[in-house]
């Protein structure tokens, strides 16, 4: 899989990243993450932060989409609509076979994560795999708001009780094999981009 030097983000599959923002802080760093995510094919930018947007940066450079599709990361629970939306919009852009697709949040940690978590079951994923492949490649990705998504899968692909039962058991498992520490993580990432 590609990786990327400067920029927050990482390949999951060949045409979809997740990842968090343009620094915030360095506007010349924040000018090399946006060159090195072009350079890499990004055609599409879906931004699912509240507190901040990116339009007047990405509305310059010719060729990439930007849209948001804000929502709030305080752990509460996200409608299933959120997901339709945005994972809708998502699979539109992959139509194209030229198309590569960076969903991120600030600090990539939840949000834009979780997103790409959507995108990857609307493909035909399996659950854990979709998660593993996502923390495989970014180690700092909580996906916290995963169950949400996978209950919007359910939903929208009519999963019978005992596949809804197994899929949320075996991602339960999954985290208890996988914790992280998100605020450490959190603490980190902080001090990282505060220097």
């Known amino acids: 899989m590609r990786t990327l030097e400067v920029a927050n983000a990482h390949f999951v599959t060949d045409r979809l990243l997740v990842g968090g923002d343009l620094d915030v802080f360095d506007a010349e ?39 948001r599709f804000p929502v709030d990361d305080a752990g509460q629970r996200i409608p299933p609509s959120w997901f339709e939306e945005g994972v809708g919009h998502v699979l539109e852009a992959m139509r194209s076979e030229d198309s590569v697709v960076l969903t991120h949040c600030h ?12 995108v990857l079951l609307a493909l035909g994923w399996d659950p854990v795999e979709a998660i593993d492949a996502i923390r495989s490649v970014r180690d700092v990705a909580n996906v916290y708001y995963a169950e949400d998504a996978l209950e919007w899968h359910h939903q929208r ?11 949320l058991g075996r991602l339960r498992q999954w985290r208890e094999e996988h914790p992280l520490d998100v605020q450490h993580v959190i603490a980190t990432i902080r001090r990282e981009t505060a220097t």
């Open 107 to 118: 600090m990539g940690v939840n949000r834009g994560p979780s997103l790409g978590f959507a």
């Open 29 to 67: 760093l924040a000018g090399r993450q946006l060159a090195e995510l072009v350079e890499a094919g990004v055609t599409h930018v879906v931004d699912c932060r509240f507190e901040l947007d990116d339009l007047e940066t990405w509305a310059q450079v010719p060729g990439v989409s930007y849209r």
């Open 157 to 167: 692909t009519r999963a019978s009780g005992e596949q809804r039962r197994s899929d």
